[in-house]
């Protein structure tokens, strides 16, 4: 059953058929004249025939994917915005177009006026730009990157200088480009990572400590994170600096026994090179993490056993308000046992101050803050939805902030002043996001968006202000100044409007929002559809979907570049629908755990289902009916095409993971256990081992230098599938990674998917 819960914006349709009705109507009347009257009468009528025909034409301009890819939508949004610790004022690094060169200025909350330019590349002598800027605590020295190289999804290395605020001084850290710099506290040194070893160095006294000596590439990380806790934990910096400035702790990782993984770079040159790299597939052995603190001022540096955890993560580490105390969390093999340790500094004793369980798993987020008297907010599932607790200092719990049938899906921080925490949720629908404040103790709630659709927050450092990121499916991003207590807005700081009447002259499809009863749950759906939609007609159905464990892409957001992708083939006579099924995110821990130890299973049965019953639909032509997904989203599509021959034509599987057995430790075991524990849900839904099922057309994508979902899961499914001598279209692209991108490569990659959708469906 389909239940509309969102009204699509129709304005535009409803105006081109205005249009189209009054064209012909003024057809009409031009050939009645044509016969009846003189010629000077008809040419009147003619003139107004040709400029209503030409506004008609004028919004209905198709997209194309060179203007897609081209960046041609691309929306206007704001750059490293700091928000200054007086409250009322916020710098942004903005980049002068003549010159080139980078400048930091500092503008008014209240009235957007420039108050100073506090620093611009064109007077530093050999530097001339900057891509990044960090302020210390005091804001009297800025951390500048610049020559930025990326490594994974999340670390790079960089050259740094340092800008000191009073003096103007101005020096570089290190010759040689290095990662995850963090000034201490009171902004007189700079911790570093540098060829896996971690470096301090003290601005007034110019000296240098190196805190580590065992730094070596593929066997010992000191500092930064592997490559699976970067992936998977979403963090690089793995060290810390206490409050006073004194201290820094930090993981080692000894990766020695973790295996090696290798990718060619094929490059331009003679010969390729191979990159060789520490990945920890499904049930093997992970790096060993230790913990350490050193002491600056007594320069010891001292390992700090936590206790008798054996086969463990440490996914984050944080001082809290206390110098001397520590905060560790460190989590079990199957990520459903959490203690929160807290370490005292001069004894090296370890405290478990809270212990968090569940049945599946238990995420790991940024929402730990300490508050001065060292009582901490932390977020949580145990309610069954994600919410926010208040504990003492010893664990105690103090009281459940946040209540309800709905999620915390983000969390901005504590006003101490007014002592109210300020938070985004999806209670008002979980397609919407929007911002609340509410007071520690629970009460008071006062919800401070006021559109309906995506509400994002930057809050000033004082709270009394914050900057408001809204969009919807109908509306580009726009951004006022909003008052912290009250959400009223104060100003408007920037739109997109001139996107918006650029989109004007182009046929835009809107989503439709609804939802659909699938195996007794009720899911989120959107829907694309043709210009001129007759429901008396028939239309192919090209599904899309990601399907991962807590993702979400039914949302009323602004578009991203899929979304022209699914408008231009909807301009084409395709109906596109996207489904959020069991396993995804924000209905509950129920609903986002229920694929636990079987991925792929109840997901792939969510879009068959979601397939036939769309496909019943009078307008459907259920003999034309595709799906296509990425990473994720490739895994499913593939095994809806093998799984269901009967429902789906075909089938477009992009950087897809074709076993879990291929993939890391940390992500894969936290859905399905380890491959020895668990073999049945790693390999009954497994494409490999149903290619026997493929009858329609299917197209396989991969990056050849794919360091996350490894192009091995798309030779491996090649293989399965030439040895059933299945026929299918498959395309490599050398040196590209998961995203796929670079150049022209975008570009390449949706030209043959959509030609392999108008050749298929």
Known sequence: MLKKIVLAPLILLYLTSIVVFFTDFLVFLALTFYKRYDMKITKLFFGILLFVGLTAYAQNKTFTLEEIWGGAFKTEGFQSLHSMKNGTQYSVLETDKASGASNIKVYNYDTGEKVQTIISSSFLKGLDSFQAYSFSKDENRILLSSEVEKIYRHSTRAIYHIYDVPSKGFFKVSDQKIQAPMLSPDGNKIAYVQDNNLYMLNFVTGEEIQLTDDGKKNEIINGITDWVYEEEFAFVRAFDWSADSNKIAFLRFDEKEVPEFSMDVYGKG???????FKYPKAGEKNAKVSLFVADISAMTSDEVKLGDYKDFYIPRIKWTANPDILSVQLLNRHQNNLDLIFVNAKTKKPKVVLNEKDEAYIDITDNLTFLEDNSFIWTSEKDGYNHIYHYKETGELINQVTKGSWEVTDYYGYDKKNKKILYQSVENSNINRDIYAITLDGKDKKKLSTKEGFNNAEFSADFSLYINYFSNAAT????????????AVIREIKNNKALSEKLKTYDIRPKEFSTIEIHGETLNMWTIKPKDFNPKKKYPLFMFQYSGPGSQMVRNAWNNANDYWYMMLAQQGYIVACVDGKGTGLKGAKFKKATQNDLGNLEVQDQIAVAKQLGALPYIDVSRIGIWGWSYGGFMSSNCLFKAPDTFKMAIAVAPVTSWRFYD????????????????????????????GLKGK???VHGSADDNVHVQNTMQLVEALVQANKDFDWAIYPDKNHGIYGGNTRLHLYNKMTNFIKDNL
């Open 270 to 276: 003679l010969y390729q090179k191979q990159d060789v």
């Open 476 to 487: 580009p991003y726009e951004y006022t100044l909003n008052n912290g207590t009250t959400g």
């Open 698 to 700: 299917f197209l396989l």
């Open 665 to 692: 430790t940390i992500y894969t075991e936290r859905y399905l256990k380890t491959p020895q524990e668990n073999a049945k849900g790693y390999d009954d839904n497994s494409p490999i081992n149903f290619v026997n």
